[in-house]
Protein backbone atom coordinates (compact mmCIF):
# COMPACT_ATOMS: atom_id res chain seq x y z
CA UNK A 1 0.00 0.00 0.00
CA UNK A 2 1.75 3.64 -1.32
CA UNK A 3 0.91 6.37 1.14
CA UNK A 4 1.22 9.72 0.60
CA UNK A 5 2.95 11.37 3.40
CA UNK A 6 3.11 15.67 4.06
CA UNK A 7 5.00 17.40 6.51
CA UNK A 8 3.77 20.96 6.84
CA UNK A 9 6.42 23.03 8.18
CA UNK A 10 6.83 26.74 9.34
CA UNK A 11 8.31 27.07 5.99
CA UNK A 12 8.83 23.78 3.87
CA UNK A 13 6.32 21.45 2.81
CA UNK A 14 7.84 18.13 2.92
CA UNK A 15 6.12 15.51 0.54
CA UNK A 16 6.54 11.83 0.05
CA UNK A 17 5.81 8.57 -0.90
CA UNK A 18 5.69 6.00 1.63
CA UNK A 19 5.25 2.28 2.23
CA UNK A 20 3.70 -0.22 4.90
CA UNK A 21 8.05 -1.02 5.98
CA UNK A 22 8.48 2.80 6.57
CA UNK A 23 10.34 3.37 2.84
CA UNK A 24 10.33 6.47 1.17
CA UNK A 25 9.54 5.93 -2.49
CA UNK A 26 9.33 9.56 -3.70
CA UNK A 27 10.26 12.36 -1.85
CA UNK A 28 10.25 16.59 -2.41
CA UNK A 29 9.59 19.28 -0.76
CA UNK A 30 8.68 23.21 -1.54
CA UNK A 31 8.82 26.37 0.30
CA UNK A 32 5.82 27.88 2.48
CA UNK A 33 7.04 30.56 3.98
CA UNK A 34 4.56 32.77 4.30
CA UNK A 35 2.15 31.19 2.13
CA UNK A 36 -1.66 30.97 2.80
CA UNK A 37 -3.38 27.83 3.45
CA UNK A 38 -4.86 27.66 0.00
CA UNK A 39 -1.21 27.72 -1.37
CA UNK A 40 -0.29 24.91 0.80
CA UNK A 41 -3.26 22.62 -0.23
CA UNK A 42 -2.65 23.35 -3.48
CA UNK A 43 0.47 22.19 -3.02
CA UNK A 44 -0.83 18.91 -1.11
CA UNK A 45 -3.48 18.47 -4.63
CA UNK A 46 -1.00 18.80 -6.74
CA UNK A 47 1.37 16.08 -5.90
CA UNK A 48 -1.49 13.94 -4.86
CA UNK A 49 -2.25 14.09 -8.62
CA UNK A 50 1.42 13.51 -9.55
CA UNK A 51 1.22 10.21 -7.36
CA UNK A 52 -2.21 9.13 -8.38
CA UNK A 53 -1.04 5.03 -7.02
CA UNK A 54 -1.40 6.01 -3.28
CA UNK A 55 -4.47 4.69 -1.55
CA UNK A 56 -3.98 6.85 1.59
CA UNK A 57 -2.98 10.09 2.48
CA UNK A 58 -0.87 10.58 6.04
CA UNK A 59 -0.02 14.32 7.14
CA UNK A 60 2.06 15.91 9.61
CA UNK A 61 1.39 19.65 10.65
CA UNK A 62 1.76 21.95 13.53
CA UNK A 63 -0.82 22.87 16.37
CA UNK A 64 -3.29 20.97 18.66
CA UNK A 65 -4.32 18.25 16.31
CA UNK A 66 -7.21 15.64 16.91
CA UNK A 67 -5.66 12.75 15.52
CA UNK A 68 -9.21 10.92 15.10
CA UNK A 69 -10.90 13.54 13.59
CA UNK A 70 -7.73 15.31 12.02
CA UNK A 71 -9.30 18.86 12.81
CA UNK A 72 -7.19 21.08 13.79
CA UNK A 73 -8.14 23.62 16.73
CA UNK A 74 -4.94 25.62 16.66
CA UNK A 75 -2.38 26.03 13.94
CA UNK A 76 0.84 26.77 15.80
CA UNK A 77 3.12 28.18 13.08
CA UNK A 78 0.39 28.37 10.50
CA UNK A 79 -2.21 30.78 12.43
CA UNK A 80 -4.99 29.92 8.81
CA UNK A 81 -5.26 25.96 10.02
CA UNK A 82 -6.68 27.41 13.38
CA UNK A 83 -10.20 26.04 13.45
CA UNK A 84 -9.89 23.73 10.34
CA UNK A 85 -10.78 20.12 9.38
CA UNK A 86 -7.97 19.05 7.18
CA UNK A 87 -9.34 15.65 7.42
CA UNK A 88 -12.56 16.04 6.22
CA UNK A 89 -11.28 18.39 3.58
CA UNK A 90 -8.91 16.09 2.37
CA UNK A 91 -11.21 13.21 2.06
CA UNK A 92 -13.96 14.77 0.40
CA UNK A 93 -11.59 15.89 -2.14
CA UNK A 94 -9.86 13.02 -3.00
CA UNK A 95 -11.99 9.65 -1.64
CA UNK A 96 -9.32 8.65 -0.25
CA UNK A 97 -8.70 7.66 3.98
CA UNK A 98 -6.80 10.45 5.68
CA UNK A 99 -4.47 10.65 8.79
CA UNK A 100 -3.79 13.71 10.81
CA UNK A 101 -1.36 14.39 13.59
CA UNK A 102 0.72 16.97 15.23
CA UNK A 103 4.03 16.79 14.23
CA UNK A 104 5.96 16.29 16.92
CA UNK A 105 4.03 13.24 17.79
CA UNK A 106 4.61 12.25 14.40
CA UNK A 107 8.23 12.72 14.93
CA UNK A 108 8.29 10.67 17.75
CA UNK A 109 6.13 7.81 16.36
CA UNK A 110 8.87 7.40 13.87
CA UNK A 111 11.50 7.03 16.93
CA UNK A 112 9.21 4.28 18.08
CA UNK A 113 8.43 2.49 14.74
CA UNK A 114 11.84 2.52 12.66
CA UNK A 115 14.18 4.51 15.19
CA UNK A 116 16.59 4.50 18.13
CA UNK A 117 13.35 3.83 20.73
CA UNK A 118 12.30 0.88 18.97
CA UNK A 119 13.12 -0.87 22.54
CA UNK A 120 12.06 2.41 24.77
CA UNK A 121 9.47 2.41 26.58
CA UNK A 122 10.20 6.44 28.26
CA UNK A 123 11.55 9.12 25.93
CA UNK A 124 11.16 12.15 24.87
CA UNK A 125 11.28 14.38 21.13
CA UNK A 126 11.96 17.34 21.42
CA UNK A 127 11.71 19.51 17.87
CA UNK A 128 13.35 22.51 17.46
CA UNK A 129 12.42 24.67 14.00
CA UNK A 130 10.68 27.86 13.48
CA UNK A 131 9.04 26.42 16.64
CA UNK A 132 9.72 24.51 19.44
CA UNK A 133 7.62 21.14 19.49
CA UNK A 134 7.37 18.23 21.47
CA UNK A 135 6.04 14.71 22.65
CA UNK A 136 6.65 12.59 25.72
CA UNK A 137 6.46 8.76 25.42
CA UNK A 138 6.09 7.12 28.91
CA UNK A 139 5.31 3.52 30.32
CA UNK A 140 4.96 2.75 26.69
CA UNK A 141 2.17 5.12 25.14
CA UNK A 142 2.36 8.26 23.89
CA UNK A 143 0.92 11.17 26.18
CA UNK A 144 -1.65 13.23 24.39
CA UNK A 145 -3.69 14.83 27.28
CA UNK A 146 -6.96 15.59 28.01
CA UNK A 147 -7.31 18.15 24.93
CA UNK A 148 -4.79 16.75 22.48
CA UNK A 149 -2.31 19.22 24.02
CA UNK A 150 0.70 17.36 26.07
CA UNK A 151 3.83 17.78 24.82
CA UNK A 152 3.67 21.48 24.19
CA UNK A 153 7.70 22.16 25.87
CA UNK A 154 7.63 25.49 23.82
CA UNK A 155 5.01 26.84 26.09
CA UNK A 156 7.36 26.08 29.32
CA UNK A 157 7.91 29.40 30.99
CA UNK A 158 11.82 30.32 31.30
CA UNK A 159 10.82 33.57 33.73
CA UNK A 160 7.97 34.98 35.26
CA UNK A 161 5.79 37.46 32.97
CA UNK A 162 5.42 40.91 34.52
CA UNK A 163 1.80 41.29 32.01
CA UNK A 164 -0.32 39.24 30.19
CA UNK A 165 2.13 39.10 27.10
CA UNK A 166 3.25 35.31 28.23
CA UNK A 167 4.89 34.46 24.79
CA UNK A 168 8.28 36.36 24.89
CA UNK A 169 8.72 34.04 28.25
CA UNK A 170 8.73 30.62 27.06
CA UNK A 171 10.88 28.50 25.42
CA UNK A 172 9.28 28.58 22.06
CA UNK A 173 10.75 32.16 22.21
CA UNK A 174 14.36 31.42 23.03
CA UNK A 175 15.19 27.93 22.11
CA UNK A 176 14.20 27.88 18.39
CA UNK A 177 16.15 29.17 15.52
CA UNK A 178 13.35 31.79 14.47
CA UNK A 179 14.62 32.95 18.07
CA UNK A 180 18.54 32.67 17.01
CA UNK A 181 18.08 34.65 14.28
CA UNK A 182 15.93 37.63 15.41
CA UNK A 183 18.33 37.97 18.38
CA UNK A 184 21.39 37.91 15.75
CA UNK A 185 19.34 39.72 13.69
CA UNK A 186 18.53 42.71 15.85
CA UNK A 187 22.04 43.41 17.28
CA UNK A 188 23.51 43.29 13.81
CA UNK A 189 20.78 45.66 12.42
CA UNK A 190 19.83 43.56 9.93
CA UNK A 191 16.07 42.26 8.20
CA UNK A 192 15.91 39.17 9.79
CA UNK A 193 14.81 37.88 6.20
CA UNK A 194 18.63 38.19 5.06
CA UNK A 195 19.77 35.99 8.21
CA UNK A 196 19.39 32.52 8.20
CA UNK A 197 20.02 29.78 11.43
CA UNK A 198 23.27 28.51 9.52
CA UNK A 199 24.24 32.12 9.04
CA UNK A 200 24.45 32.84 13.22
CA UNK A 201 26.33 29.58 13.98
CA UNK A 202 29.06 30.07 10.90
CA UNK A 203 29.75 33.63 12.24
CA UNK A 204 30.37 32.32 15.41
CA UNK A 205 32.44 29.71 14.20
CA UNK A 206 34.53 32.54 12.79
CA UNK A 207 34.83 34.34 16.29
CA UNK A 208 32.00 36.98 15.17
CA UNK A 209 31.83 37.97 19.17
CA UNK A 210 27.84 38.59 18.63
CA UNK A 211 27.31 35.31 17.07
CA UNK A 212 28.95 33.40 19.96
CA UNK A 213 26.78 35.30 22.49
CA UNK A 214 23.41 34.49 20.26
CA UNK A 215 24.64 30.87 20.18
CA UNK A 216 25.78 30.31 23.75
CA UNK A 217 22.63 31.80 24.88
CA UNK A 218 20.75 29.58 22.75
CA UNK A 219 22.35 26.58 23.94
CA UNK A 220 22.13 27.54 27.92
CA UNK A 221 18.04 28.00 27.20
CA UNK A 222 18.15 24.71 25.63
CA UNK A 223 20.13 22.85 28.61
CA UNK A 224 18.08 24.75 31.20
CA UNK A 225 14.86 23.08 29.21
CA UNK A 226 16.33 19.32 28.98
CA UNK A 227 17.42 19.30 32.63
CA UNK A 228 13.44 20.77 33.49
CA UNK A 229 12.31 18.19 30.67
CA UNK A 230 14.34 15.15 32.04
CA UNK A 231 13.32 15.82 35.83
CA UNK A 232 9.60 15.93 35.51
CA UNK A 233 9.68 12.44 33.02
CA UNK A 234 12.63 11.12 33.84
CA UNK A 235 13.19 9.81 30.48
CA UNK A 236 15.57 7.00 29.08
CA UNK A 237 16.51 9.28 26.03
CA UNK A 238 15.51 12.74 25.00
CA UNK A 239 15.64 12.81 21.06
CA UNK A 240 16.07 15.76 19.50
CA UNK A 241 14.52 16.51 15.89
CA UNK A 242 14.68 19.88 13.54
CA UNK A 243 17.62 21.22 11.08
CA UNK A 244 19.84 22.28 13.56
CA UNK A 245 20.51 17.93 13.93
CA UNK A 246 22.30 18.61 10.81
CA UNK A 247 24.80 20.53 12.59
CA UNK A 248 28.21 17.94 13.07
CA UNK A 249 29.08 19.43 16.31
CA UNK A 250 25.71 20.07 17.47
CA UNK A 251 24.92 17.13 19.92
CA UNK A 252 28.53 17.80 21.11
CA UNK A 253 28.06 21.72 21.92
CA UNK A 254 24.99 20.62 23.90
CA UNK A 255 26.73 18.12 25.95
CA UNK A 256 29.30 20.63 27.09
CA UNK A 257 26.30 23.30 28.68
CA UNK A 258 24.46 20.10 29.82
CA UNK A 259 27.51 19.13 31.72
CA UNK A 260 27.00 21.50 35.20
CA UNK A 261 23.25 20.17 35.27
CA UNK A 262 24.45 16.27 35.74
CA UNK A 263 21.68 15.08 33.76
CA UNK A 264 22.51 10.84 33.30
CA UNK A 265 20.00 10.53 30.58
CA UNK A 266 21.44 10.16 27.06
CA UNK A 267 20.37 12.79 24.15
CA UNK A 268 20.18 11.87 20.52
CA UNK A 269 19.23 13.19 17.50
CA UNK A 270 16.15 11.82 15.86
CA UNK A 271 17.25 9.06 13.78
CA UNK A 272 15.47 10.16 10.92
CA UNK A 273 16.11 13.94 10.27
CA UNK A 274 13.83 15.87 8.06
CA UNK A 275 11.91 12.60 7.11
CA UNK A 276 10.23 12.04 10.53
CA UNK A 277 7.52 13.62 9.62
CA UNK A 278 6.88 11.68 6.83
CA UNK A 279 7.39 8.70 8.10
CA UNK A 280 5.43 8.64 11.77
CA UNK A 281 2.64 10.52 9.96
CA UNK A 282 2.68 7.64 7.65
CA UNK A 283 2.87 5.29 11.06
CA UNK A 284 -0.03 7.30 12.42
CA UNK A 285 -2.15 6.04 9.26
CA UNK A 286 -1.24 2.97 9.21
CA UNK A 287 -2.34 2.41 12.65
CA UNK A 288 -5.31 4.14 11.97
CA UNK A 289 -6.67 1.60 9.36
CA UNK A 290 -9.10 -1.41 9.99
CA UNK A 291 -6.24 -4.72 9.91
CA UNK A 292 -7.30 -6.04 6.85
CA UNK A 293 -6.03 -2.57 4.85
CA UNK A 294 -2.72 -2.18 6.23
Partial sequence: MDIAAFDIGG????????????EILESDSVDIAQQSRGKILEEIMAWLKKNPSCAGIAVSTPGYVDPGTGFISMGGTIPEFD?????QWLEE????????????????LAERWLGNAQQLNDFLMLTIGTGLGGAAFCNGALIRGSRNRAGEFGCLLTSRPDNSDIAPHTMGSSCTMTALRENYAQQVKKPVDEITGKDVFDASDNDDDIAKRVVNDFYEDLSACLYNLASVFDPQTIFIGGGITERKPFLDELAARLDKYGIDIRIEAATYGNDSGMLGAS????????ADDK
Fill in 11 to 22: TSLKMGVTNARG
Fill in 83 to 87: QFPLQ
Fill in 93 to 108: KTSLPVSVENDAHCAL
Fill in 283 to 290: YHFLQSQP
